[in-house]
């Protein structure tokens, strides 16, 4: 059952308007609180969980908490981290993770989410997968209906070898939702490289795609793909912030 719990942020002062980067502190704020000393965290990746790992730093150095080990899902979190001083393993000796914090780039009402704009999807996946709970952290605009309603990609990484090939397919696949599928370039027009040595496929899609589930095992069996950034029944708990508050949402 989904419980949602709406926390006033200022019940009695005037409304305060955030902007989209001060909800995003609000969000991972609320997300350290469920952090505890002698934990195993999955640190995520972007600009909402960069707050989130800032926040850890933080508590560490200010003695309010002690024997953190993070697990970060990219190499930017990871130097942030080591910038950070938080002690940093890996999921081969730590295969059971605690608490894992990450944004999104959309959630929907059954707390399915798209990941990956930040190109981060497979470590986070892995990390993620290997959690206990992992509590997701967005501000409010990242909520839809359905995913792909917002209108950005969902994005599949690919090997290199002969990516249009596999765009082609995953193009195919998604046609009757009238679906696009896109090479993701870095800012010099080259191909987007991902931290494992892949590229991103990136899949506009025009309509629901309907079952998630069905959906997302079609595009694994094309040969080519590596994973895919529908993150379908992992998170447990999402923390929105939004200009009216904070609203928790647990599965
Ligand atoms: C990276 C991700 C990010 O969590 C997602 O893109 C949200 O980013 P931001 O917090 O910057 O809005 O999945 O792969």
Redesign the pocket.
């Known amino acids: 059952s989904m419980k949602a719990l709406s926390l006033s942020l200022s019940p009695t002062s005037p409304p305060v308007f955030l902007t989209q980067d001060e909800l ?1 502190k609000v969000a991972a704020y609320k997300a350290v609180e469920f952090v505890e000393s002698g934990m195993v965290l999955g640190l ?6 960069k707050h989130a790992v800032d926040r850890i730093g933080e508590l560490l150095c200010q003695g309010k908490l002690n024997n953190i080990i993070g697990i970060p899902t990219s190499k930017k979190t990871q130097e942030q981290a080591i910038s950070l001083g938080i002690p940093l393993s890996d999921l081969d000796t730590h295969p059971t993770i605690d608490l894992a914090i ?4 959309e959630v929907d009402p059954q707390l399915n989410l798209v ?7 497979l470590r ?1 996946k892995m990390v993620e997968g290997a959690c206990k709970k992992f509590v997701c952290i967005v501000d409010e605009s990242k909520l839809v209906k359905y995913l792909g309603g917002s209108g950005l990609a969902l994005p599949i990484e690919v090997v290199p070898f002969c990516w249009k090939f596999t765009a082609d397919k995953l193009g195919n696949l998604f046609r009757d939702s009238g679906c696009v599928a896109r090479l993701r370039n870095d800012c010099k027009g080259d191909p987007f490289v991902t931290d494992n040595g892949n590229y991103i496929v990136d899949l506009f899609l025009k309509k629901d795609i309907g079952d998630l589930q069905v959906a997302g095992d079609a595009i694994l069996r094309i040969a080519g793909v590596v994973e895919h950034g529908m993150f379908l029944d992992m998170a447990t708990t999402v923390i929105v912030a939004g200009e009216l508050g904070i609203t928790i949402k647990n599965k």
């Open positions: 995003k995520g990746t972007g600009s909402t969980a990450d944004g999104a780039d990941k990956g704009r930040g190109g981060s999807l986070e």
